[in-house]
């Protein structure tokens, strides 16, 4: 069975990760997903953007998958924006060994609490300094405790013996207590760990889960115990192992922080922490869960058997009305066919009312005269005086005669009968064909919607994967390209960047360019320790150049010089002012004359995505066969990055042109110097 929550030993994991990811970061905004779903996204210094989802009575972890916030947030979200939005996380605890996880938060109103309770239904509660409560997800009156605005929180009472206060007496008194309980439904009371991990200790310990705990030995009892206690170490040690666990169709069937015995046979799939295994996990399952229930083959399947239940009516009525068709037009031919017969029967009634006869003296004389069987009397099975009607009987066939009608009018009458059921016959066929064919297209839906229900989720999940946000490389906060033989090459993009860049990470070994221009970025090519090529060196001199300020100026071509990152100080010589960003150079300069400003732009198309590379022209053409070539011009701005981006499209085969209409501008414009230039057609 998929897992449905957490347990209190991932709620110690997952804390545990959480205290040194999240503590000391700022909440810059928190957004609401559904009714039990909060995003808090938090910054923290030196770190990128940190997501941390809340689910109440769920799941808790940080997520690197960016979802689409509703556009009006729910009021409980605005209230916790009040409250929290710019606070700082000083700390995140996790209540005992319970599913509750309490988050600390540096206010301006003071310190404030939001605890997210994981058990049962959950719920997310918003505490002020003095414990007051000042928001809730669910505000409710319980027997043991209430979460309503203003009186104090409550945790509430404990779900099993904290299991590391328990020593081995207590256990063993607590199991033989239950009696005849299995021992593993005992093991996740009393403990309150939950039937994964009650099972997984009696799997270490050797002991049947289903024996009754009054039959459990001595030995057994210290087996659990012994179990219970590795586990326990495992815990507080936190030597994880992250593991999702694999169903045999390959979905996901739980998240672990550790290997389990229980899944010794089942398919892992491990993670480096358990924050981004309970991510994969429960935004995978969450997402499938949502596209199936999207596909409401419940409805479907209840309007076709409403469909079949109508059609067995109609089906029913439409024999019925043939039926009744055929019996009346059968009437009509048998009053024609016995007209003599018929005619003087009604005559012996007409007549017996021409004289004044009573009707019971009539009818004793014909009950007579059929005794006698005699004809037409004979024929008559009943006399419905009221109603001036007799019923006769014709070769099995019964059908009454109007004595106010004449005999032929009767016949008429049958006749105009067995027409109108006709008719009904027709459309009532009309409506079962109508209803058959809405019901063949409810049954084509149904099969459609069986087949989605393995591909929406396919398809939910490659949405996903555009959603996940991709870890940022230290260097792409600068401009930066690879050399044609793989020398990553970094530039400064300011002032800022530029002592970044060279104090934070320009390596001893490794090669600093500049123009000898002013204003112009250093760029850092990083060796590794390797002696970076006269290739990499001439490509990375190439991309200073064409960042300094001769390509704002039009200049062809600049002087550049290389330096070791030890040949560049803050202090220059006795009385010069060494700017911010700037460096005072001593020793010997590489020096790499007139050095031709142009640059190219390409495009990589893999997997589906174009994705835009950038750099000097034989880096760039060593990487992708379609790009083109830029130099200094006097075109500028969006005007200039439309054609740079028109003429980029027109170099791809159709059909990745035709999934490449959506891309912006903004994607070429770092490639650009000074969003200015020229694009140019000989390329060589």
Known sequence: MRKKEFSSFDVAVVVHELKEAIANSRVSNIYQFDAKTL?????????????????????????????????????????????????????????????????????????????????????????????????????????????????????????????????????????KGFEDVEVVRAMARFLGVGGVYAEEILLKAEVEKTKQCRDLTDSEVGAIFDGLQGLLSTVSSFKTEPNVVLAEDGSFLDVVPFKLERYGSFQLQSYSSFNEALDEFYLKVTAAEKAVASIEVDMLEQEARRLKRVIAGQEQALREDEAKAERNRCIGDFIYAHSSELQSLLNKFTEAKRVGKDWKTLLSEVLAAKEAGRTPEVLIESFDARNLAISVCIDDLRFSLNLRRTLFENAAKYFERGKKAKQKFAGALTALEESRRKLSEIEQSVREAEALKTVRPMEVMKELVKRKVKRKEWYEKFRWFRSSDGFLAVAGKDAVSNEVLVKKYAGLNDAVFHADVSGAPFVVIKTEGITPSEQALRETGEFAAAFSRAWREGAGSADVYWVKPSQLSKSGPSGEYVPHGAFAVSGKRNWMRSVPLKLAIGIVYEDGEIRFVGGPLSAVKAKTKVYIAIVPGDLKGKEFLKQVLRTLMLKLPKEQREKAGKTSIEQVREFVPYTKGRVVKDIS
């Open 39 to 175: 995003l808090l996204k938090l910054h923290k210094t030196g770190c990128p953007p940190l997501r941390l989802v809340m689910e109440a009575g769920r799941r808790l972890h940080l997520t690197a998958y960016a979802l689409e916030p509703p556009r009006v947030p729910p009021t409980f979200c605005m209230a916790l924006r009040k409250y929290l939005r710019g606070a700082w996380i000083a700390k995140v605890k996790q209540y005992e060994f319970e599913r509750i996880v309490t988050l600390y938060f540096n206010t301006k109103m003071g310190v404030m609490r939001l605890i997210l309770e994981l058990f049962g239904e959950g719920n997310l509660i918003l505490a002020g300094e003095k414990g007051e409560i000042l928001q809730a997800l669910t505000f409710k009156r319980m027997r043991d405790r209430n979460i309503i605005r203003h009186e104090i929180f409550q945790f509430p009472p404990s779900s099993g013996k904290n299991p590391f206060k328990v020593i081995g007496e207590e256990l063993a008194r607590a199991l």
